[in-house]
C-alpha cells in the first residue's frame, strides 16, 4: 500500500519547520563519536514525546533504537526494516556565521550528521502518523560515532540490534555536497570502499652513517619497500578491481650521519571487493616480511581492518531509485561514482539486503559550496525534505512488497 504522493508531500511541508529546528539544535550542540550524550538524549526523547514504542538507549554508549509498528491487516508474515542515521560531529572549529552555529568550541557538524538525525526524527514522525498504512514493523537506530573507527554500527550490531525483532532489510541515506540540491545519487553493488590500515615495523642495526658496513639499515629497507608495495596493485591486483594502497608516513632516524635502529611506515588499503582486501593484506606482509629478511632486517605488519565496503542489494537499490524517481523526477536520479571513502552503514549491508544512497545538498545560490569535513561545510535544508520523502516511500513499499 503506497501513500499518494501528493498528500505525503504535504505532510512533509507540514514538518519541515519542526525538522530544520531539530537538524538546527544539533548543529548548535555538537559531540564527538561516542560523547552523543546530549543527542541521544533529544533524539529519545523526541521519539518518545512521538509515541515510538520499544525506546532503547545507551546501545553502543549512546545508541538508540525504536519501533514504529504498522497496524494495517496483513494476510502473511509481516517484515522489519531498519532505517540508520548517525549522530556524531567532527573535531573541527566552525567558521560559518550562522545563528545556529556550534557553541562547543573545536567541535562542528561538518558532515551533515546533524541532517542526517533530523531527517529520522522526521521520517518516524510520518511513518506514526501512517501507520494505519502498512502492516510490519520500522525500526529507527540512531548510532554513535560514524566518524571514528571502528565506528558505532559494528558494537551496536554486536549489541543485538539487527535482532528482536529481527531486521529484514537496512536503509540509509548521507546529504552530499559533490551533488546538487535536487539529485538523488543510487548505486546498485559496491559503492563506498573497504579502509584498513598498516603499520609496518622495520627493526636494523644502527650505527655511524660512515661505516654501512657494521649496520643494518632500515631507511634503505624501508624505501624498498615502500616501491614494493606500489607493484600489489601495479601487477599483482586484476587491473578490472580497483584498489589503492598509500604509504602515508615514513619515519626513521634523526641525524644526516647516523643509521637509526629502527624505521616505521604507515599506510592505508581501500578495496571494494573483499577477495582483492585479502590479497593484498596477504601480498603486504609477505613482500615485507621477504624483503626485510633479504637484507638482514626483521620486519612485522600490523594489519587493522577498517570498515568493509559499502555494498548495495540491487533489488534494494531499485527501490530506492523507483522511490527516489518519484521524489525528484527520473532525470534527476543519477548513478554515482564509486568513491574510496568508507562508511561503517556497510555493517549493516553485510548483514542484510539494503541500500545506502546520497541526496544532493548543494546550492551555489545559497554560498552552499564547501565539501564534508570543510570549517565552512554547511547544506541546504531542502534537501532534508527529499531525504525524508525518499526514505518514507522507499519503507512503505519495502513493507507493502
Ligand atoms: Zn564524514
Ligand atoms: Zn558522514
Given at each position: 500500500m503506497v501513500v499518494a504522493g501528493t498528500r505525503l508531500r504535504n505532510d512533509i511541508d507540514e514538518i519541515m519547520p519542526g525538522?530544520?529546528?531539530d537538524r538546527r539544535h544539533i548543529h548548535e550542540h555538537p559531540e564527538l563519536g561516542f560523547q552523543e550524550v546530549e543527542t541521544s538524549r533529544f533524539v529519545a526523547e523526541r521519539l518518545?514525546?512521538?509515541?515510538?514504542?520499544?525506546?532503547r538507549t545507551g546501545i553502543a554508549k549512546t545508541g538508540v533504537t525504536g519501533l514504529i509498528r504498522g497496524t494495517a491487516p496483513s494476510n502473511g508474515p509481516t517484515k522489519t526494516v531498519l532505517l540508520r542515521a548517525d549522530m556524531d560531529a567532527l573535531p573541527i572549529r566552525e567558521e560559518?556565521?550562522?545563528d545556529y552555529r556550534s557553541v562547543a568550541d573545536g567541535v562542528m557538524h561538518a558532515c551533515g550528521h546533524d541532517g542526517h538525525t533530523a531527517m529520522l526524527l522526521g521520517v518516524s514522525r510520518l511513518l506514526l502518523d501512517q501507520r494505519d498504512r502498512f502492516a510490519g514493523t520500522v525500526k529507527v537506530l540512531f548510532q554513535p560515532a560514524e566518524e571514528l573507527p571502528p565506528g558505532g554500527a559494528k558494537p551496536m550490531i554486536e549489541a543485538g540490534v539487527l535482532e528482536d525483532p529481527k531486521v529484514d532489510a537496512a536503509f540509509g541515506m548521507h546529504l552530499a555536497q559533490e551533488q546538487p540540491l535536487g539529485v538523488i545519487g543510487v548505486r546498485a553493488g559496491a559503492t563506498m570502499a573497504a579502509a584498513d590500515r598498516f603499520i609496518v615495523h622495520i627493526k636494523g642495526k644502527g650505527g655511524h652513517g660512515a661505516r654501512p658496513q657494521s649496520t643494518v639499515d632500515p631507511i634503505v629497507v624501508g624505501a624498498q619497500?615502500?616501491?614494493a608495495l606500489q607493484t600489489i596493485v601495479g601487477r599483482e591486483v586484476d587491473p578490472t578491481k580497483a584498489a589503492v594502497v598509500t604509504v602515508g608516513a615514513f619515519q626513521g632516524g634523526e641525524a644526516f650521519n647516523v643509521i637509526p635502529d629502527t624505521a616505521e611506515l604507515r599506510g592505508t588499503v581501500r578495496t571494494f571487493d573483499p577477495e582483492v582486501r585479502q590479497?593484498?593484506?596477504?601480498?603486504?606482509?609477505?613482500?615485507?616480511?621477504?624483503?626485510a629478511t633479504s637484507m638482514r632486517a626483521e620486519a612485522t605488519v600490523e594489519y587493522r581492518y577498517g570498515y568493509p565496503a559499502t555494498v548495495n542489494d540491487p533489488e534494494m537499490a531499485e527501490l530506492v531509485r523507483a522511490a527516489a524517481a518519484e521524489v525528484v523526477g527520473p532525470d534527476r536520479v543519477i548513478e554515482p561514482p564509486q568513491t574510496m571513502g568508507a562508511e561503517d552503514m556497510s555493517y549493516f549491508l553485510e548483514k542484510v539486503p539494503g541500500c545506502y544512497y546520497i541526496v544532493g545538498s548543494r546550492n551555489p545560490d545559497k554560498g552552499l559550496v564547501w565539501g564534508h569535513h570543510h570549517p565552512r561545510f554547511d547544506f541546504d535544508e531542502e534537501a532534508l525534505a527529499n531525504g525524508i520523502e525518499t526514505l518514507v516511500t522507499t519503507t512503505l513499499r519495502y513493507l507493502a512488497d
Open positions: 525538522v530544520i529546528a518518545q514525546a512521538l509515541g515510538v514504542e520499544d525506546i560559518n556565521e550562522v619497500i615502500v616501491v590479497q593484498i593484506a596477504e601480498r603486504i606482509q609477505a613482500l615485507v616480511t621477504g624483503i
